[in-house]
Structures are given as C-alpha cells and as structure tokens.
C-alpha cells in the first residue's frame, strides 16, 4: 500500500533525494517519485521556449519501454499542462488524446501532469506521472510534486544556463582562432581561453555525486580557480535579520576559511542584494566588512551576484575577488552567472531538503523531534557502542480530553505547546523529548538509572504543577509517566517503548505521578487484552446477561422497583467479575456498545414478564456510563428500545454518577430535562464520592439519590460516615428529592437511615443480585 501520511511520504521522499545517481538528477528525480507514489510511469520533459516540442529528459517506467523522440505537444496531455500549470485526467485519457503516441505506447489510463517553471514564472516543461489503471494517490501528493517541480525547474535552469553559455564560449573560440591566424598576439588569448574553457565546462557540466557542504566548497573552489581569483565566498542572508550574512564557504589563495558572518549595509555584499549584482574595479578593500579584521585589506577586485531560489526571492550572494584592479569584467560577470545558477540551484535544494525532513521528523503543533524522529534517536542510542544504561520515560497527560471537549481543539492545541515548552525547559542536557502523537510525550535518558529516570519524572509533574494560562484561560494538567530500562527490563527499543507503555498504564490506574515497570504489569496487560477480545465478542454476541437486585420500601419491606446489573460468563474465564470487565470496557471504548445492549435486554425482559403475567412494581433501573451519557443517540435509542418491546418510557429508571454528570454540567442538565419529558426516572448515584456543585445539582431533573455504599457500609460505626449520610438525606429533602440506600447489611442500618428520612435501600439483607427466573420466583407477583 502507498504511504498516506505526511512523515511517511516525506521521509521517504528525503531519503531518496538524498543522493544523486550517476544518471544525472532528472533520471534520480523521475525514479523517486515513481517509488514514492506508487505510480507504472513518470517523465520529465522540456518544452521549447515556443511551447512547440517537448523533449523527454528522463523516463522512469515498471515495464521495459522506449523513451520516446522529441514531439509536437499540440493536442496532448503536455499542452493542457502548459496552459493549466497542473491537468488532471482520472481515466480514459487515451481515448481524451487519441493521437499521443506516448500514452498509447504506455497502455494508460490516467495521467497527472504539473508544470516546471523558471524562476521568473516562465514554463520549462511537465513533471508527468502514468498509470495503467485510475491514478489513486496519498493525500500528500501535491506537495511531493510541488517540491518536485521547484528542483527540477532550477536543474534545469542551471543546465540550459549552462548550455547557454557553453554555446557561447563556444563560439568565442572559433572567432578568436579565425582572428587568431592573422594575430599571433592572439593566439595566446585563444590558449587562456581554452584553459579557461575547459575549467569552466568541467564544473558546468558536471553533476556532482557530493552534495551540501562539499558540494558548495568544491563549487567555490573551483569557480576562484576557473577566474583566477584570489578569493571565492558564497554567504547565506540570515533568516531573522536579512542585514546580516553569513559565509557558508570561503576559500582565500585556495585554502578553505573559517566562516563569519557580517553586517551587510555599506559594503558591496549590500549593494549585490539589491541591484543584484555589484563590480568594483580597483579598491574594493576599504569597502569590505569589518568583520574580516583587515585579513582581505590587499583585495582591489570585487565581483558579487545575488542568489535567487526558484520564486526570485533573495537567498544570497556568491562573489569573487582579485589581488589586481578588474580589466575583463564581461568575462567574470558571464562565468560568475554560471556558477551562481549552481549555487542557487544546491542551496534551494538543501532548502527544500531541510523542509522535507522537517515534515518527515518533526511535530507541527509543538516543534518536537515526531514518532519517526523519536525511534531513530532511539534506535541510535541503542547501536552506539558506549551505551550501558537507557531510561526510558512515556508521558501521559490526564483528562486532556476534558480541555478539548470543553474549550476546543485550537485551544487544546495550544495548551499542548504550552505543555511542551514546560517540559523541554525542566530537562537537562543529553535529556531528549519528542510528542507520540496526541497527549503523548516521551522524553530519553542516556547512562540513566532508575533513581535518575525518577528524579526527572519528577521535574516533569513540577513544570505543569502550576495552571498553565493560555489565551487568557486557566487550563491545571497533570501527567502519569511510565518507566522503563535498558538493559533491565528491554532488549530493543520497541520493548522498551512497551514496558514504558505498561508503566505508563499502570501510574494512570494507580494514580500516580510515576511508575517504574515491573514484570508482572505485562502479564496484568496480557490478561486485560484477552479480557477485552473475548468482551468484545460477548457483546457482539449477546453473550451477557442481566441480574437483578430488588430496592425495596425500608419500613414495609416491600418491592417498589430492582436495579438491572450486568454478568458475564465465559466458556474460558468462567465467571468475571463486573468490577473487572466494567472497566476494561470503559477503557477500550466498548461501554456504550455493553450499555445500549443492558437497555435492549432490560426492555426485552421486562416485556417478557409481563407477556408471562408478572408486574414489577416501580422503575427498572439501568446504569449509564458517563461515556454513554455523552451520546448523541441515547434518547432516540432509549425510546426506540422502549417502542419495540412496547415498554412505557417510565418503567425505567437511568442511573448516572455523580461525576459523570459533572463531566459536562449543562450539556447533562439539558439531557436530563429531555429524559424527564420522555418520563424516565433519574437517580444520580454514587452519591458523596463526586464533586458536584449544588448550583448544579439543584438544576439536574433528578428524582433520587443514592447514598454510596461506602458511606451506609460504615455509618453505624464512623461518625464521619453517619453525618455526611444525615448530610445527603437532608440536602436531599430540602431540594425535594427522595434518597435510596444502597449497602444495606442489618437491621440496625435500616433503622438509623429511617430515623434520619431515607426511606428506601437496596443491599444483601434484602437479596442479592438475582437472575431472572429467581427474581420472579422470590419478588414478583402474577
């Protein structure tokens, strides 16, 4: 399959332009792209100045085939190019263009053709990609060939700049030898200018198989050699400060410089970037920068050129100077013309190098080293031989989807940078950080143990310990971070990103700051994902069943409704407990799948009850996930479950805790109101273990509370317990909501929650949870 992603495609993309063969760099170009995109043909073609003819530079095809003679581009896809800059045919472009010889020989069905430019806008040719079949492309292909298209149009510029002036010294040549056999002075000039030609042609001509810094050094050398110039210099504008340059390579009496960099106005570097180009005949030394302290005080010659890239935006500027006063400054100025060509066309490359890489390796949102930059560091690491020790530590931000939900995602964004910033000022040096993806970061610890690896963790925590303030809001983030070590705990960098992972896992389950891994957290992940598969298929299947537990009226101890719960058994792992598999669900996203089924299954039997004759008294009550509460759907599913068992809306009751509904305040008042229109009941449970505010709680559409079991469990013997129970019986009153108990073990309980006005309890000293044949037999009533 084709990359679909930017990393990938630019990674590989980088990879392959990283080099040129000894084809030539059209030959490299056309082969890359074929790799990269996935495509049976790609051409590179120049097209005359009169638009008439195309020429074929290179062709690079998955099947044997001749690359084809130069051709008139009049009714082929080439012309549409011309004039569209970018021509698009999905299918069928042989029939489109029956008389292109190329696409018949080709057998092809689509083509995509962009245009190559000069950098003055004016069209050089097509970059053009075939296909035997519907062209069916990454998502990123416009910016492969965009890219593509830059580098091609300034080799191809450099090369007919380079041909142009061959032509031209060419025919200097034959003039000065036709002169030459009537003037012998002359014939001297006829050898310098061969010596002189054949310098020039060979750097010209060649392609070289160095690029970057060898190649520019090599460039600049040659270029001194080829007009005897005591000094050769190409300088890079700076990025922030386009009144600074600085030398990139600089080569004096032939011996390579150490680089500088200076200030451009009033010297002739400054007057090259603006009128492009700057000659100064004799006493060029007392213009020269300071920065040079007075080593170029003896240079009387200056000859300088602006480097543009293909946009015609300054780059910088490429320059010679000379010993001796200017005589034959034409012949510099051609030459120097040549090399500048080069020049600009190499450095746009790196350019457009550097910005592939970038997108290969490095994160958008936060500038981090990305995933791929990360496990090439990390693999790194691994292969040098003086690496001993490696902690690894994964990082976790927690509930940062609650910022997204709640602020958005541009927000989310921000905060994500603002986390990033904490975290790279916390760490120290050889200390390396990059963003997973999402609220993921990891962060690298060369030579690290343990103790160290927790040390820095702690740093970590303590640079977002404080509210981060973003865009005027105030965001409080915490993070889990997991542990792992080389060579204790991983042998590969894949298992060490994995028992970090795990570590990572368990501090979120521990809610800790930091875990270190230990082995039998893998074997607890190993039983969780087997846990989770055979889940899956249960519900897939409908493999669950429901119990039910009676609540019951605590002065007469009768039925006034029961509580739907969810049991699972399975062929492999027999009987697993809800507090197991409840939250495996809610960690793997299957919950709401498990709470549409407990509705489907609780209107089912409730149907079934009465189709055998039995009345339940009250309201079944079924228990709603925060997740699911959160759903769109979960009226319409709600009624749509009711309808088909022809179920009376009010004969369920939805349970929802505490915190769940805090998870989104108004967006659970408003789902409240709407279940209460429908007539379903509404207990908030858990009551006690949240944080709800009573602003809101005052305005939820509830009907009960319930007393957490943890409270009732104790109260008898915990006074703490028993005021806050008296205290949520009483808020409850005065806010005209009734309160069940849930717990309930003795007698004694039932009389203390009577004496202070909860009238309602559920617990094992009425029943247990029970199937439904056996809550008929013990509960119901024809």
């Known amino acids: 399959m084709p990359p679909t992603t930017t990393p990938e495609i630019f990674h590989q993309l980088a990879d392959k332009l990283s080099y040129v063969s000894e084809e030539g760099f059209f030959h490299h170009l056309v082969r890359s792209l074929a790799d990269v995109l996935k495509v049976d043909y790609v051409t590179v073609e120049h097209v005359d100045s009169h638009q008439e003819i195309a020429t074929t530079l290179a062709m690079w095809s998955q099947e044997p085939f001749n690359e084809r003679a130069p051709y008139f581009v009049e009714a082929t896809p080439c012309q549409q190019v011309a004039h569209l800059t970018k021509f698009f045919v999905p299918s069928q472009v042989r029939q489109k263009f029956p008389n292109d010889k190329q696409l018949a020989a080709t057998c092809a069905e689509s083509y995509l053709g962009i245009a190559i430019t000069a950098s003055d806008g004016s069209f050089l040719g097509v970059i053009a990609l075939m296909h035997s079949s519907p062209l069916v492309l990454p998502l990123y292909t416009d910016d492969v060939l965009r890219i593509a298209s830059a580098l091609a149009g300034s080799e191809l510029s450099r090369q007919l700049a380079e041909s142009h002036t061959r032509e031209r010294l060419l025919y200097k040549k034959r003039e000065l030898q036709r002169i030459g056999r009537h003037n012998k002075v002359l014939v001297n000039t006829i050898h310098e200018q061969q010596r002189f030609q054949h310098a020039v042609i060979n750097v010209a001509t060649a392609v070289s198989a160095e690029n970057g810094e060898a190649f520019l050094h090599q460039l600049t050398m040659h270029m001194a050699e080829a007009l005897f110039a005591e000094v050769g210099f190409i300088a890079l504008l700076d990025e922030q400060n386009t009144d600074i340059a600085h030398t990139i390579t600089l080569y004096v009496n032939g011996q390579l410089q150490d680089n500088f960099a200076y200030y451009l106005p009033g010297v002739p570097c400054h007057k090259v970037m603006v009128e492009q180009e700057c000659v100064v005949h004799e006493g060029a030394a007392i213009m020269l920068p300071r920065e040079s302290n007075g080593a170029l005080s003896w240079v009387n010659g200056y000859v300088g050129r602006r480097l543009d890239n293909s946009h015609g935006q300054p780059m910088g500027l490429i320059g010679v100077m000379f010993e001796k006063p200017l005589n034959d400054v034409d012949i510099v100025r051609n030459v120097l013309q040549l090399f500048a060509a080069r020049a600009a066309s190499e450095l746009e490359r790196q350019q457009d190098e550097t910005r592939i890489r970038q997108l290969a390796f490095c994160d958008p949102g936060t500038q981090l080293p990305n995933r791929a930059a990360f496990m090439r560091y990390l693999e790194r690491e691994f292969a040098t031989a003086n690496t001993t020790r490696i902690a690894l530590l994964l990082l976790d931000l927690n509930h940062f989807k609650e910022i997204n939900d709640t602020a958005g995602h541009d927000l989310g964004d921000l905060v994500l940078k603002a986390v990033a910033r904490s975290f790279a000022s916390s760490l120290g040096r050889g200390e390396f950080l990059a963003r997973l993806g999402g609220d993921e ?29 973003v865009e005027q809001h105030s965001f409080e983030v915490s993070v889990g971070i997991g542990v792992s070590l080389y060579p204790q705990h991983a042998a590969t960098p894949l298992e060490l990103l994995k028992y970090a992972d795990i570590a990572m896992y368990q501090a979120k389950r521990q809610k800790l700051a930091a875990c270190v891994f230990e082995p039998w957290m893998g074997q607890v992940i190993a039983e969780q994902l087997f846990i989770a598969k055979r889940l899956a298929s249960a519900i897939a299947g409908k493999q669950l069943s429901l119990h039910f537990q009676p609540q019951v009226d605590l002065s007469s101890g009768l039925l006034i409704g029961a509580e739907a719960l969810c049991r699972w058994h399975d062929e492999e792992l027999g009987d697993v407990s809800p507090g197991k598999f409840i939250p495996i669900a809610e960690e793997r996203g299957m919950i709401v799948a498990l709470g549409y089924w407990v509705i489907e299954e609780a209107c089912r039997q409730l149907a079934q009850w009465r189709e055998q004759g039995y009345s339940m008294p009250g309201q079944l009550a079924i228990n709603i996930a925060a997740q699911q509460f959160d759903e769109e759907d979960l009226v319409d599913n709600l009624l ?3 309808a088909s068992f022809n179920i009376e809306p009010s004969q369920l009751s939805l349970e929802i805790t505490e915190s769940g509904i805090m998870d989104n305040p108004e967006k659970a008042i408003a789902m409240t109101e709407m279940l209460k229109g429908h007539g379903l009941g509404l207990s908030i449970d858990d009551f006690g273990t949240g944080y709800s505010s009573l602003a809101y709680l005052k305005r939820f559409a509830a009907d009960k509370i319930k007393i957490d079991i943890s409270f009732v469990r104790d109260m008898l013997t915990s006074d703490n317990d028993r005021v806050i129970v008296a205290t949520i019986i009483a808020m409850a009153n005065t806010l005209g909501l009734e ?26 000293y009425f029943d247990r949870p029970l199937a439904a044949e056996q809550f008929v037999h013990r509960w119901l009533r024809p």
């Open 441 to 469: 970061f990891v962060v690298v610890c060369p030579g690290m143990e343990v103790s160290g690896a927790l040390t820095t963790a702690q740093r970590l925590c303590d640079s977002i310990v404080r509210p981060l303030i």
């Open 640 to 642: 749509d479950s009711c």
């Open 739 to 764: 309160t069940i108990a849930e717990g309930i073990e003795n007698q004694d309980q039932i009389g203390a929650l009577l004496a202070m006005g909860c009238t309602q309890g559920q617990g094992y």
